[in-house]
């Protein structure tokens, strides 16, 4: 019975895949999913990840501050840092009814080390730590991934140094290093230090280098008719050429954002002076939306498979499919952890060891102390001992001579007496007293 | 400079650009951008439709959607047999209003509750629900993956009680608690003209009154409402199901006007008028207001805890296909 059921549900299925299209007779009312979509949307709340990526002082915190109209944070960053850290900061802005979690991630000390070979690494590092965050909680059991805050970065913004010349070669190998895990939007830093002429030929070469390299950075899409023709404009202007600012200055009747010189004003907003317009019209008003999902469908996509890949997994038998991959995912996990425990152990166990050792010394060094103390005291004591000796015997010979000098007295006394018995006693005496 | 900035257009600019307006920055562009990505991707929903023949589940069909979505019209069999067992018949079509594209999907079970012995005839329904989840699951495992997984997943289960006018009956009650707990299911009067108004009152508090003695938690589910708005909304929804609904597919003259109907000795029912049946509550609440949220409860729980189910019980269990049949699930 069960047979029947099921291949009459396989005939079903068969003939509805061609899915037919159908005209209606009236007004359903289901154009209005796209608004409830982005209703569900706007409760929820947007978040986008910017990672900033440039040499100390190209003015990465003062474009994020003009991009998105507020003072973010803290004082510019020193540069005598020994590495590239990554700091991240996530901020809460809104706009009408549009609440947006933006987090803007730094790299600290980029290009400051005198050897910069392995400056790329971190912030690889920190790209490909978002994604497996992602991916473990894609991968599990018990998963709240829609209301899960994704820290993915989707577009990174690689700040040029304006020297009007070409790429620097780490430029080139961190974007090389980038490309395939972010959308990397190249910028002029600066621009303003650069003439108009000079601009071009600068655009010009860097995009050559770029091509000859086979960097590839995020071109704006143009499969949409309602942005096709703006984005494929804007993709001609690659890299923009920016200037930053959240000075106001005054120049005419209104204030405008610029950077004030003795010979003339820069105005960030004038598209004549520099490309901060386009900038923010393609990274945000048109296409933020983009940025994620090409971040979530290309990016992370690759980053899933390759590291599905390296652990062991393969799609070809489909029987143990997704226990396996839960499981040995687990496994792994555990053998991982079980290594570091027995690392933990050993040195442990050398740690434990060492104090053994060390206390047996102090004891040694104790007990040795202790016989020397007491040798020094029996000493001490021997001397005293012969010191009270020789006291004694020298108070003995002081007592006789003080008993032979009375006796002495004593004669002289009876000397000067008459009467020869008594000196005969005397010498009696004195006889008998010798 | 605030961070809560609301976008304004200085009076001595208003016929320029807002770009060159200081404080607006563009966030809110997204939902344009979004609502453009959404319109060109299209739209899926999957609806499946229970209960016994003669309830008028494909004319309601047909009625939802102003057009010939039901499996007969397909087929095109006039004369129908009751099949000797269930079977799942599920047809596609693209349908498209205002440039909104959708793939709407009718699941049909004819054979439901047809039989003698109807035991276990939710059987193949919740197998084929669990299928669709299960291919879902499978796809999402890959290695690699589509960009777009195909979603066939079934958003929405209307089950149609007929119009007895006293109570549920044991097969409602039974099909019902189990499938609430795997789908969202949208409980209809079916044929509700045959009904007064005081038996409909009484006969929705009754079935009411039921699903809450059973514990069943058809749509919209109480413990999935997100905040006060939505408790307010859905309550209001809560009180009113059932929805008794009567579905037509022809066009009367009435009053002047063509409205779909039926017409019958003693009048006309109006089948979009809220006065004779509720079947524009139950297309508001499918199409125009909760469509969204039907596929959201659909995926993000349902759907999840089948995942949770199927990896829970291959972590466990020693070796990985064993026979797990759809009445695992079942309490």
Known sequence: MQERTMAATEIARQAGEGARAVPLSGHVGFDSMPDQLVNKSVNHGFCFNILCVGETGLGKSTLMDTLFNTKFEGEPTQHNQPGVQLKSNTYELQESNVRLKLTVVNTVGFGDQINKEDSYKSIVEFIDAQFEAYLQEELKIKRTLHSYHDTRIHACLYFIAPTGHSLKSLDLVTMKKLDSKVNIIPIIAKSDAISKSELAKFKIKITSELVSNGVQIYQFPTDDETVAEINSTMNGHLPFAVVGSTEEVKIGNKMVRARQYPWGTVQVENENHCDFVKLREMLIRVNMEDLREQTHTRHYELYRRCKLEEMGFKDTDPDSKPFSLQETYEAKRNEFMGELQKKEEEMRQMFVQRVKEKEAELKEAEKELHEKFDRLKKLHQDEKKKLEDKKKSLDDELNGFKQKKTAAELLQSQNQQPGGSATLKKDKERKNFF | ?331
């Not at chain 2, 609301?6 to 307006?21: F, R």
């Not at chain 2, 087929?75 to 793939?103: F, L, N, Y």
């Not at chain 2, 008794?244 to 000795?265: F, M």
């Not at chain 2, 469509?291 to 990896?311: A, F, G, P, W």
Request: proline share 4%; hydrophobic share 35%; charged share 30%.
């Open chain 2, 1 to 331: 400079m605030a961070d809560s900035v609301i976008s304004e257009i200085p009076p001595t600019m208003c016929l320029e650009k807002p770009s060159i307006d200081f404080s607006y920055v563009g966030i809110d562009a997204i939902l344009e951008q979004m609502r453009r990505k959404a319109m060109k991707q299209g739209f899926e929903l999957n609806i499946m439709v229970v209960g016994q023949s003669g309830l008028g589940k494909s004319t309601l069909m047909n009625t939802l959607f102003k057009s010939k979505v039901s499996r007969k019209s397909f087929m095109g069999t006039a004369e129908e047999k009751i099949p000797k067992t269930i079977e799942i018949k599920s047809v596609s079509h693209d349908i498209e209003e205002k440039g909104v594209r959708m793939k709407l999907t009718v699941i049909d079970t004819p054979g439901f509750g047809d039989q003698i012995n109807n035991e276990n005839c939710w059987q193949p329904i919740m197998k084929f629900i669990n299928d669709q989840y299960e291919q879902y699951l499978q796809e999402e495992i890959n290695i690699d993956r589509k960009k777009r997984i195909p979603d066939s997943r079934v958003h929405c289960c209307i089950y149609f009680i007929p119009p007895t006018g006293h109570c549920l009956r044991p097969l409602d009650v039974e099909f019902m608690r189990r499938l609430s707990k795997v789908v969202n299911i949208v409980p209809v009067i079916a044929k509700a003209d045959t009904l007064t108004l005081e038996e409909r009152d009484f006969f929705k508090k009754k079935i009411r009154e039921e699903l809450r003695a059973n514990g069943i938690d058809v749509y919209p589910q109480k413990e999935f409402d997100e905040d006060a708005e939505d408790r307010m909304i859905n309550e209001k929804i809560r009180e009113m199901i059932p929805f008794a609904v009567v579905g037509s597919d022809q066009e009367y003259q009435v009053n002047g006007r063509r409205l779909l109907g039926r017409k019958t000795k003693w009048g006309t029912i109006e089948v979009e008028n809220i006065a004779h049946c509720e079947f524009a509550y139950l297309r508001d609440l499918l199409i125009r207001t909760h469509m969204q949220n039907i596929k959201d409860i659909t995926s993000s729980i349902h759907y999840e805890m089948y995942r949770v189910c199927r990896l829970n019980e291959n972590n466990t269990q020693a070796n990985g296909l064993a026979d797990h049949h759809p009445a695992s699930h079942e309490i």
